[in-house]
C-alpha cells in the first residue's frame, strides 16, 4: 500500500512509523529519467525525473521510497572507513517541495556533504 506525502503532517507520520530512520541504511538508489530512444532513432524526452530509494532499517520493514518530479539528487556515498548507517533523517514537505536528507538538519540545506534529494512528490511504502 503506497502511503503520500504532501504536507508536513505526512511528513511527521512518515518519520514516526520509520522511527526517523534511525539504524537504516541505503540499499539501492534508481534514478530513471524516462527519456528514451525508438526504433526510428528518435529521442523523447517525457521528463519523468523519479528516483526510487530502498532502505533497510533495523527498527521497521525495509522501504521504498519514490520521489517524482526529481529537481536534485546529491549522492554521497559514504566515504572510505565509514560506515553507511543512518543516525537520522530530515524529510520536509512544504510549497509544492519535497526535501528529504540522511541526516537530521532542520532546515532544507542544499549544502549538506551527504545524500539529499528535493522532488515535487514522494510516495513510499513497506516491502513486507
Keep these: 500500500m503506497w502511503n503520500t506525502v504532501q504536507t508536513q503532517e505526512d511528513a511527521d507520520r512518515f518519520l514516526k512509523k520509520t522511527c526517523g530512520l534511525h539504524d537504516s541504511t541505503i540499499h539501492s538508489i534508481l534514478y530513471e529519467s524516462g527519456n528514451y530512444v525508438d526504433e526510428e532513432g ?6 519523468l525525473r523519479r528516483v526510487t530509494v530502498t532502505l533497510h532499517s533495523q527498527w521497521c520493514p525495509a522501504m521504498e521510497l519514490v ?4 529537481t536534485a539528487l546529491n549522492l554521497r556515498p559514504p ?3 565509514y560506515l553507511g548507517d543512518i543516525f537520522d533523517c530530515t524529510l520536509l514537505a512544504g510549497n509544492e517541495e519535497i526535501f528529504f536528507a540522511d541526516c537530521e538538519l532542520g532546515t532544507a ?3 549538506h556533504q551527504g545524500t539529499w534529494i528535493t522532488a515535487r512528490h514522494l510516495k513510499w511504502r513497506f516491502l513486507s
Excluded: I, Q, S, Y
Excluded at 42 to 47: D, N, Q, S, Y
Excluded at 67 to 70: D, S
Design 42 to 47: 528518435a529521442m523523447h524526452f517525457p521528463e
Design 67 to 70: 520521489f517524482e518530479g526529481v
Design 79 to 81: 566515504g572510505e572507513n
Design 109 to 111: 540545506d542544499r549544502t
